[in-house]
């Protein structure tokens, strides 16, 4: 069984993807040229969604598990980065967590 359903996106063709490409490349070189950069980062971005948060509390009668649900909803708790450049070189992930006011 399929589901099928209308997006609002649309479809990007090759020359679609290569016409917004050039103007970016050139914003790109000229942001780089004009604040003296020597190297460009790739950074890929994914999102993290956490389910359930586990906590534990330790007591003197041992430790015991706490679950806590997070609204019955997938939300962006926290942001992945991955980084790297044209040489080759990968570097170490990093996080940022994101916190809302309750």
């Not at 050139?26 to 948060?53: H, N, P, V, W």
């Not at 997938?74 to 940022?96: E, H, I, Q």
Request: charge should be positive; aromatic fraction near 10%.
């Amino acid at each position: 069984m399929a589901l099928r359903a209308r997006t609002r996106q649309g479809q990007t063709t090759p020359a679609d993807a290569q016409e917004a490409a050039v103007p970016f490349r050139e914003l790109a070189l000229s942001t780089m040229i004009e604040k003296q950069c020597t190297r460009l980062y790739i950074g890929d971005q994914t999102d993290i969604f956490l389910f359930y948060t586990l906590w534990e509390t330790i007591s003197a009668r041992g430790s015991k598990t706490v679950w806590i649900k997070c609204g019955n909803k997938d939300k962006v708790r926290a942001t992945a980065t991955w980084l790297g450049d044209p040489v080759g070189n990968k570097y170490a992930p990093f996080s940022c967590i994101q916190e809302h006011t309750s």
